[in-house]
Structure formats: C-alpha cells, structure tokens
C-alpha cells in the first residue's frame, strides 16, 4: 500500500512539473511545503543557474509567484524568502538588483499572518525572514559584504574570509645567479 501512496505522489509531482523547466522544477522543489529548509546543495545548484540570464529570470518569476501564496502554504513563502537570501549571497548580482527593484513585494509580507490550528503563529517566520531581506536591501554595503564573503575561500584557520581583499605581493621566485658571477 504504501509504494502505490509513493507512485501517485510521484505521478501528480510530475503532473504539476508538466511543462516547466529544469531550473523552474529546481525552485518549486526546493520552495516546496515540505517540513524542512531548503537543502543546501539545491541552493547552491539555483545559485549557479543565477549566472545565465535566462535561468535567473525564471528562477526569480517563480520565487515571486511563491510569495505570492497564503495561508497553510506558509512555508512557500518563507523557503523562497530563504531561497532569495541565499542567492542575495551567493548568486548572480542581477538577484540583487531584482530584490533592490521589487523590495516593495517583500516589505508587504512583513504583516503575514497565518495560525496553525493549534494555535501556533508561523507568520512570525515569514516576518522575520522578511526584515532580514529588507535590512539587507537597505545596506548595500552589508550586500557587498554578504556577496564577497560568500564567494571568497575560507582562509587557512577554517574561518570566513573578510570582505576586503588584503594586498598580494608578488612572487618573483628565488635570485637567480647572473652570467658575470660564473
């Protein structure tokens, strides 16, 4: 009974994905309701598809779309705004400048509500993640900041690189011996 439940989950998850691209399944997966964050390597892997235009512009229009739900899909909401976090950070710069044209969108969720049954309040997710992503529009510094520590190596001590690139001195490698000294 149960690998029949599994089938036809799968049949109407591809029924749903009928149509979209790689990159749109990629988000609708990775912002789905399910009852855990958004997994760590599929942000990277959207993180990356920020890079070619036409993917980011898909990946942005679905994650708007996201924001867009209400209600007991909470956690669209809040995994799209943890989703566009993540890419303020590590992807491509034209997310920024997308958040930065439409922050109005996200300023707008900062009085989600939404109380499960039990009385438990998950708006407050929603709210929280929302001023983090508005105080971080606000700052563009603290986007440059966020943006170059996340894409620079760790130094050796296993820490965060800082965000102001230290100077380089250049190796010439050791004296050589001239001509005249043989």
């Known amino acids: 009974m149960d690998s029949i439940l599994k089938y036809a989950q799968k049949a109407q998850k591809a029924y749903n994905h009928y149509g979209k691209s790689e990159v749109e399944v990629k988000v609708l997966e990775a ?11 599929a942000m990277k892997d959207i993180a990356r598809h920020t890079r070619n235009r036409s993917d980011c512009g898909e990946i942005m229009r679905t994650l708007w779309q996201r924001l867009e739900h209400r209600g007991d899909e909470w956690r669209h909401v809040y995994k ?20 930065q044209q439409n922050i109005y969108e996200i300023e707008r969720l900062e009085n989600f ?70």
Not at 31 to 41: F, I, P, R, S, Y
């Open 113 to 182: 509500q939404y109380k499960e049954p039990s009385g438990r309040d998950q708006g407050i997710n929603v709210r929280q993640k929302c001023q983090t992503l508005v105080k971080v529009r606000r700052s563009h510094s603290h986007v440059y900041t966020r943006h170059s520590t996340a894409r620079s190596p760790p130094n050796p001590r296993g820490t965060p690189a800082t965000a102001t690139p230290q100077p380089r001195i250049p190796f010439f490698g050791p004296p050589t011996t001239s001509r005249e000294s043989l």
């Open 31 to 41: 912002t789905g309701k399910e009852n855990w964050g958004v997994h760590g390597q």
């Open 80 to 99: 799209a705004l943890t989703l566009m976090e993540f890419l303020v950070a590590h992807g491509d710069e034209s997310v920024t400048r997308q958040l």
